[in-house]
């Protein structure tokens, strides 16, 4: 059984900081793409930022020079450093990874329970 288990949202100020983990545990050989999206009230979830397990990273617009987006390959934990939160960065946070379990299977998507990130102005 694989998890991606969350942790560090909270309620913070805009102009405020706030990091973000997620670890992958359980059985697992290989994962390739970590990354976080977000999901506000009323509002698709959105890809926030991904990094590949060679570092290649991508980010949505609107978070770009804002937020930074690591992983540590040997713990299989993915970061999301957010810096100068806004108000409408306000969303529930998922943790995102490709992985396979085992060296010629199946690549399979996983998520995490979800994480609260509030902003107040």
């Known amino acids: 059984q694989v998890q991606l288990v969350e942790s560090g949202g909270g309620l913070v100020q805009a102009g405020e900081s706030l990091r973000l983990s997620c670890a992958a545990t359980?059985?697992?050989?290989?994962?390739?793409?970590m990354g976080w999206y977000r999901e506000a009230p009323g509002k698709q979830r959105e890809l926030v930022a991904t990094i590949t397990s060679s570092g290649n990273t991508n980010y949505a617009d609107s978070v770009k020079g804002r937020f930074t987006v690591s992983r540590d390959n040997a713990k299989n934990t993915v970061y999301l450093q957010m810096n100068s939160l806004k108000p409408e960065d306000t969303a529930v946070y998922y943790c995102?990874?490709?992985?396979?379990?085992?060296?010629?299977?199946?690549?399979?998507?996983?998520w995490g329970q979800g994480t609260q990130v509030t902003v107040s102005s």
């Open positions: 359980g059985s697992i050989f290989s994962i390739n793409v």
């Open positions: 995102n990874a490709h992985l396979r379990r085992q060296f010629s299977g199946p690549t399979f998507q996983y």
